[in-house]
């Protein structure tokens, strides 16, 4: 059998979207049939065969993307009981053509869709194509010269005044430099040709700003803002002259106007608001009157949710203000806040009329809208978590300026925000004579839920004037399987060479950590400790540390060889010390303490060797003697004999002591697998270098969403002497985490040590389908809603998936912003367990609404109906099931389809 013709093409060259044609012949001597198999080279292929010995086919196929493709035809023969087309194939040949797609027009690239009467290719070796004659951009935007496609970098090189077709007055907004490339796959401008796509025009406070310059489907978006100015200002504005102008604006602006994602398209009516528009007149005089507007805002927004808002804070006479603010989120009242500007003094220096007065305060309530979260704000936290708008701000006014120069000495900023969730931040800022001087940011407080608790972890950080800086975390755990208090502050002193504050203290550093700490469990546990490093002039650096049982009342030192010469500690007299084992690792001290005159003495090493006073500048040793006592200080010592040796004529009573420096406490976690991804049941190894601990000692191993000591899930537990843990994510919530270890001696505060691998957590039952109904009734009482869910595994199975008797189950129907919420407490003795393991739940007779849950785990199937139920809000996509029962929890949402008023169908699939 042989191939006696092709393959054959058309045409060597198409556009994509056209037909490619290609013929081939073969031939089989003395058999029945040939049959084609052809691989177009883009994953598609087909097979075909004749009835003939002898065949000849003409194949057709459609390239939707350009490129170069081989195309290959096998005749092949084969018989199996006079079946054609079924193997073993007795002979095969195989030939191969190559055809080119060139893009066609109009071509799809990226986000946008370019169409003219002319392509080329401008590049042998690259998809590189120039485009010319006409050429328009998602079919509204019309070039004045040609653009460079290349579908490589999927780039788009444009040059001229681009042209909206159809918009009337708006048809040139903008006009670009040479050589400007877009991104195709967003539509905005390449910020290595402009540093910041943007025109802006200033006239007499009168001003115009375009900003965001994209082109989408169907036209083109940007940001615009325009600022009005007052044309005429009266002296005795009391919204310049008093506290109550608003800040935000120059002092001759009367109108603003915000449009955020605004687009001009041909699509009737061509404007189209994709973000928020807000239109605001600031600080305007009340003709007649001492009163005046420092600001009036009305706008909306429509993505990503419907929005409506307004603002107005008036000013006052005696330079005060007050303001309110309100916000309707899809319909329902969401926010409302307040502002006052009273300047009402709070302190007052006697005979030069300075005072101490709070300038501002304001605060809104938000977050009442179905579905969301409530939040107290006072004012706003901005980027690095420092004021960007105060809440409360307290200032030194001056009375009577210094020789005709006002300025004020003090002013203190402060923001905050509380949600229901117990979650919180805040932040303050201290400025003196007008230039900064403390910062207090980071201030944040969070819960995490745990299965049978939580932990409440409240932290913060503070800067002085670049000299101190001080940061505090404090947590507790509700869980009764791991519960604790944790307080951790954390401060640095510095004084750099080119610090005011270096010409009158002498440079150096301190770095130390105030601990409290209690546990009850696996023993109760009650400490505080300070511990920390100093860098100070001369003596260089030194560790200090001090714990106290709260409980005893015992205190413990840890303290490094140097300091703990000087403090001269021990019991031990001897004239001779053998160190062994490894014991003089960390350091050897050895003293002399005498009651006569000064005296010196020497070590003899166990080779013979004699160290005198006379060698104490050695790197290897200090020396150090006073009136009472002489101190040898080695920092590593061999195993082996050490003898002391002196004339002891003159010294009165007298002893030596050799003491072995301990190790400091120290624990470093490592994940034996580097980092991992493990699903909430299986297991991963961690790997634990420990020092400084007795064998029996305990160790806790957590994983944490930041590095600050307390907090985080408990994964596992062992002691010292085990070197290792077995760690099991059960309580973690999906995530990639940090790892910490803690460990816990007899007495003294807790080490740890943060590994430098992460721990990612899958969740272990997911959500694979739904199907379901919810009926939106108009009569009171009559909705319902029906689900039907299967859980799809990861991972390693838990020995049991739910147990409702010490674990809760929540589920939440219906619409994201406002659906039916179930709850159902551990212990609720109205479950009930068949014999297969399933479990089942229902309301009380004669309770409303009729609520019915069943559970199957061994299929994982979960089946509710809800009937006779006023939903809280008409159902609005996305809709689907938020799952959370024991350790686990699964979310499937997507749209849900309206087959009459009021009832809406639920099928959804998970992608794998």
């Not at 061999?638 to 002891?648: K, L, Q, S, T, V």
């Not at 420990?690 to 307390?710: H, L, S």
């Amino acid at each position: 059998m042989r191939i006696t013709d092709g393959p054959r093409l058309a045409a060597a060259t198409v556009q994509a979207g056209e037909i490619v044609k290609v013929t081939t012949s073969a031939v089989a001597i003395n058999e029945e049939w040939v049959g084609f198999f052809v691989d177009w080279g883009d994953g598609k292929t087909l097979q075909d065969t004749g009835s003939t010995k002898a065949y000849t086919r003409t194949y057709e196929h459609t390239y939707t993307t350009p490129g170069s493709f081989t195309i290959r035809v096998t005749a092949f023969h084969g018989w199996k009981s006079g079946q054609r087309n079924v193997g073993p194939y007795k002979l095969r040949q195989t030939r191969g053509v190559k055809v080119r797609v060139a893009p066609t027009l109009p071509m799809r690239v990226g986000a946008l869709t370019i169409n003219a009467n002319k392509i080329e290719r401008i590049s042998k070796k690259k998809p590189i194509y120039r485009i010319s004659d006409t050429v328009t951009v998602n079919g509204v935007i019309l070039l004045d010269n040609p653009i460079v496609v290349d579908l490589e970098k999927n780039e788009v090189q444009v040059s001229g005044a681009l042209n909206i077709v159809g918009a009337g007055a708006f048809s040139r907004v903008l006009s670009m430099a040479s050589n400007v490339t877009i991104d195709a796959t967003t539509g905005a401008f390449k910020s290595a040709d402009i540093p910041s796509v943007a025109a802006e025009f200033e006239l007499s406070g009168f001003a115009v700003k375009i900003e965001k310059f994209k082109i989408i489907a169907g036209g083109v978006q940007f940001d615009f803002e325009m600022k009005v100015p007052r044309l005429a200002r009266g002296v005795s504005n009391p919204c310049d002259a008093g506290g109550g102008l608003n800040s935000d604006a120059s002092p001759g602006e009367l109108i603003s106007i915000k449009l955020q994602a605004f687009q001009i398209t041909t699509r009737s009516p061509y404007l189209h608001f994709g973000g928020t528009v807000s239109t605001s007149v600031k600080n305007l005089t009340i003709p007649g009157t001492s009163w005046g507007l420092s600001e009036l805002t009305v706008g909306f927004e429509v993505v990503p949710k419907e929005k409506f808002f307004g603002t107005i804070v008036v000013c006052l006479p005696s330079e005060r203000s007050v303001g309110a603010s309100v916000e309707f989120l899809n319909g329902e009242f969401n926010k409302l806040g307040f502002q006052v500007g009273p300047k009402i003094p709070i302190y007052t220096f006697t005979g030069i009329g300075d005072a101490v007065t709070i300038s501002q305060v304001s605060a809104e309530v938000g977050g009442l809208a179905t579905g969301e979260v409530p939040v107290i704000a006072m004012g706003t936290i901005g980027p690095g978590n420092l004021v960007a708008a105060p809440g409360v701000q307290l200032q030194w006014n001056v009375g009577i300026p210094a020789g005709g120069l006002a300025v004020t000495p003090f002013t203190l900023n402060g923001a905050a925000n509380f949600d229901a969730d117990w979650n919180m931040a805040a932040a303050g800022n201290l400025i003196l004579f007008e230039k900064p001087a403390l910062n207090v940011s980071q201030v944040f407080g969070r819960y995490v839920y745990q299965k049978g608790g939580g932990t409440w972890t409240l932290g913060g950080q503070l800067n002085l004037i670049g000299l101190v800086s001080l940061g505090a975390t404090f947590s507790t755990s509700f869980n009764a399987a791991d519960a604790y208090v944790k307080g951790v502050a954390r401060g640095t002193v510095a004084l750099p060479a080119e610090h005011w504050a270096a010409k009158y203290v002498p440079s150096g550093k301190i770095t130390a950590d105030a601990v409290v700490y209690y546990r009850a469990t696996p023993q109760e546990r009650a400490v505080a400790a300070v511990r920390g490093i100093a860098t100070l002039p001369v003596i260089g650096e030194r560790f200090i540390g001090f714990a106290i049982d709260l409980k005893t009342a015992t205190p413990r030192f840890g303290i490094d060889k140097k300091t703990l010469a000087e403090l001269m500690p021990g019991k031990a007299a001897v004239v001779q010390e053998t160190i062994a084992g490894g014991a003089g690792a960390d350091g050897v001290i050895v003293e002399l303490t005498f009651d006569g005159a000064q005296r010196d003495f020497n070590i003899r090493f166990p080779d013979g060797s004699l160290v005198t006073p006379a060698q104490a500048d050695d790197v290897t040793i200090a020396y150090r003697r006073d009136a009472r006592s002489a101190v040898y200080i080695f920092d590593v010592l061999p195993d082996g004999d050490y003898a002391a040796e002196f004339d002891d004529s003159g010294l009165g009573d007298w002893s030596i002591e050799f003491f072995t420096v301990p190790p400091q406490p120290a624990v470093t976690p490592t994940i034996a697998a580097g980092d991992v991804s493990v699903a909430r049941y299986e297991t991963f190894d961690v790997d634990l270098a420990v020092a400084g601990f007795a064998d029996g000692d305990t160790v806790r191993v957590y994983v944490d969403d930041d590095t600050e000591w307390g907090g985080g899930f408990l994964v596992g537990e062992g002691t010292v002497v085990d070197g290792a843990v077995a760690a099991a994510p059960l309580s973690a919530d999906a995530g990639t985490y940090n790892l910490y270890a803690e460990a816990e001696a007899e007495a003294g505060v807790p080490t740890f040590g943060y590994a430098a691998e992460t721990v990612t957590v899958r969740d272990y039952a997911t959500l694979a389908s739904l199907k379901g109904a919810i009926v939106d009734s108009t009569k009171p009482g009559k909705d319902k809603i029906k689900l039907k869910a299967t859980l799809r595994f990861d991972g390693a199975a838990p020995q049991t998936l739910f147990d409702p008797a010490d674990e809760d189950l929540d589920l939440a129907i219906g619409g994201e912003s406002a659906a039916y919420r179930l709850t159902i407490p551990a212990g609720d003795p109205g479950w009930k367990v068949s014999g297969n393991g399933s479990l089942s739940w229902k309301s009380a007779k004669g309770a409303l609404p009729k609520i019915k849950v069943k559970i199957v785990p061994k299929k994982g199937q979960i089946v509710g109906v809800v009937a006779k139920v006023d939903l809280i809000a008409a159902p609005a996509n996305p809709m689907g099931l938020d799952f959370r029962f024991g350790n686990d929890h699964a979310v499937l949402r997507g749209a849900a389809t309206e087959s009459k008023p009021g009832r809406f169908k639920l099928k959804l699939t998970a992608e794998r």
